[in-house]
């Protein structure tokens, strides 16, 4: 099951860091999302994307930036991460915003020491 | 924006007994409400959805009924079995945004 893949799985670095995860999606979609999923297991959105608009979760600091070389790729840039980083990061993504159904990367995790 | 409460958090029940989980969504706009299973150790997937035109949906020992007056939404799974161990999310769209319940980690044991 390859339709949403993502790297590295595990990710462990060091506080003040900068950091890259990638996510590809071969469904031929047109929204990509981020998710952070903390070890409450809590899942919540960061971002949603597709060719026309970037929805930002306003929660999220600026130190996230999503980059999207095309509409099959939706990276997370993290800089000077922080301890509270320490999450799983899923990618996902769904035909169109909304009203459809969202297909889950494996996941990321991610620890900052 | 949308605020979806999800309830139990925690949820044991004996194999083959009916677990229910319920969700409540405050913005009247939500017209599309998913369930997605995470496993330990892996990705969420859908497991069943419903719009707000209809009323429940069943796929074999899984079903969803949403009243969309009260705006809440319940998934029922009947007679559990030991791999519906998970944690189960629900969620709520407005076309624009999604929005994912808190969680509810389901235990059946054997």
């Known amino acids: 099951d390859t339709a949403v893949s993502q790297t590295p799985k595990y990710l462990v670095t060091q506080m003040g860091n900068d950091k890259s995860i990638k996510c590809e999606q071969n469904?031929?979609?047109?929204?990509m999302y981020w998710y952070k999923q903390d070890s409450k297991k809590f899942l919540k959105i960061m971002f949603s994307?597709?060719?026309?608009?970037?929805?930002i979760n306003e929660t999220v600091p600026n130190r996230f930036s999503p980059k999207s070389p095309d509409k099959a790729h939706l990276n997370l840039h993290i800089n000077s991460l922080e301890l509270g980083d320490s999450a799983v990061y899923f990618c996902?993504?769904?035909?169109?915003?909304?009203?459809?159904?969202?297909?889950f990367g494996p996941g990321t995790r991610l620890l900052v020491l | 924006g949308e605020n979806v409460e999800q309830h139990p958090s925690t949820l044991s029940v004996q194999e083959g007994d009916s677990a229910v989980i319920k969700c409540t969504y405050s913005?009247?706009?939500?017209?599309?409400f998913p369930w997605y299973k995470q496993e330990l150790g892996k990705r969420p997937q859908l497991i069943i959805d419903?719009?707000?035109?209809?009323g429940e949906k069943k796929d074999q020992r899984i079903a969803v009924t949403l009243n969309k007056t009260a705006k809440h939404f319940s998934l029922h799974i009947t007679e559990t079995q030991p791999e519906d161990s998970a944690v189960y999310f629900c969620?709520?769209?407005?076309?624009?945004?999604?929005?994912f319940g808190t969680g509810t980690s389901l235990t059946v044991i054997p």
């Open positions: 996902a993504s769904s035909q169109n915003v909304g009203e459809e159904t969202q297909y």
């Open positions: 469904l031929g979609h047109d929204t």
């Open positions: 994307y597709n060719n026309k608009e970037l929805i």
């Open positions: 913005d009247s706009a939500s017209n599309y």
């Open positions: 419903i719009r707000s035109n209809v």
């Open positions: 969620a709520a769209s407005t076309g624009n945004q999604f929005y």
